[in-house]
């Protein structure tokens, strides 16, 4: 049975930082594409970050380009999200997803969602 769980949302004054985490059991993450997407309260998912390991691509956002990196930890089957100069426009609810299908995932669509993980960045 494959779960996601995320981990290290919380309260950060703009210009700092946060690292999530992002723990996927049950998958093998180089068959799959892992995403970041985030939403807050009135607007749609916005896909975030998103990763194939075994290609080594990774795609961002516009508007987190130079800010937030995705990157790995093998032994510990877990994905990062490394954010930094945070911005009060980046507090939303962020979620990690898996994909067997890197297409699926740039179309904001997933096979495994975590549960979420709350950012909220005050100016």
């Known amino acids: 049975r494959v779960q996601v769980v995320e981990s290290g949302g919380g309260l950060v004054q703009a210009g700092g930082s946060l690292r999530l985490s992002c723990t996927a059991s049950?998958?093998?993450?180089?068959?799959?594409?892992m995403a970041w997407f985030r939403q807050a309260p009135g607007k749609e998912r916005e896909r975030v970050a998103c990763?194939?390991?075994?290609?080594?691509?990774?795609y961002y956002v516009e508007s987190v380009k130079g800010r937030f990196t995705i990157s790995r930890d093998n032994a510990k089957n877990t994905m990062y999200l490394q954010m930094n100069s945070l911005k009060p426009e980046d507090s939303a609810m962020y979620y990690c997803?898996?994909?067997?299908?890197?297409?699926?995932?740039?179309?904001?669509?997933?096979?495994?969602w975590g549960q979420g993980t709350q950012v909220t960045v005050s100016s």
């Open positions: 049950g998958l093998t993450p180089d068959e799959y594409a």
């Open positions: 997803a898996a994909d067997s299908s890197l297409a699926w995932l740039l179309r904001g669509s997933a096979e495994y």
């Open positions: 990763t194939k390991w075994r290609r080594g691509i990774r």
